[in-house]
């Protein structure tokens, strides 16, 4: 039986009763060992830090974008696009069961896929959208179109977050946004390329 000789000075415990696997029971009893602690201890420990970083990613918002109705519109997006893509998943998983020869397409170079993750963005979007006269978006336009040259050319450590975005976004992804830059039409909206459009494209298989 594991004993625990309490230190000076030491936070009284309450005891927790749980059952868990036999692999995860192994598993924190041989980082116990590795790292010196008791079982109770490392246990203890692991909990912490899964709580802590409940957190985590308030912060990294917070210190990215600071300002917080953008931080909880993008919240609020990634949401809904994240759980779009589950469900897409989950329609492919069935038609995986009934076709295993279908291609493996990423959503991001699926055109359905994709776009069912844009109108959930926009429905989000529009959920919050004031009414009264707004302009033609102008300055929108331009940094959106900048956004994406520093994304496609600019040099890695400007942007903490075109550098995590780079990370993520796969390569033909990325050249698709290379190639439509500076690609927009008369309202300056960014838009696929005039050999795209007369290229039909079901996608980019994996």
Not at 21 to 27: Q, S
Not at 102 to 121: L, M, R
Request: overall charge neutral; proline content about 6%.
């Amino acid at each position: 039986m594991e004993t625990h000789q309490k230190r000076p000075g030491e936070r009284r415990r309450t005891p927790l009763s749980v059952r868990i696997k036999k692999e995860t029971r192994e598993a924190l009893l041989a980082l116990s060992t590795a790292e010196d602690r008791s079982l109770t201890t490392t246990a203890e420990m692991l909990i912490e830090q899964a709580l802590d970083r409940r957190h985590l990613l308030d912060q990294v918002f917070d210190l990215t974008y600071q300002n917080p109705k953008l931080i909880g519109l993008l919240l609020m997006i990634g949401h809904a696009a994240n759980n779009t893509l589950s469900a897409i998943e989950a329609k492919r998983a069935v038609t995986r069961q009934q076709d295993q020869s279908a291609p493996e397409i990423p959503w991001i170079n699926d055109p359905d896929a994709f776009n069912e993750v844009a109108v959930a963005a926009k429905q989000v979007i529009e959920a919050f959208r004031p009414v009264g006269d707004r302009g033609g978006g102008a300055l929108g336009k331009a940094i959106g179109r900048d956004t994406i040259f520093h994304f496609v050319d600019g040099p890695p450590g400007n942007s903490p977050a075109l550098d995590a975005a780079r990370n993520r976004i796969d390569s033909d992804a990325v050249a698709r946004a290379r190639r439509r830059q500076r690609f927009y039409d008369d309202d300056g909206m960014i838009g696929p390329t005039t050999e795209e459009l007369e290229l039909p494209s079901k996608g980019t298989q994996k």
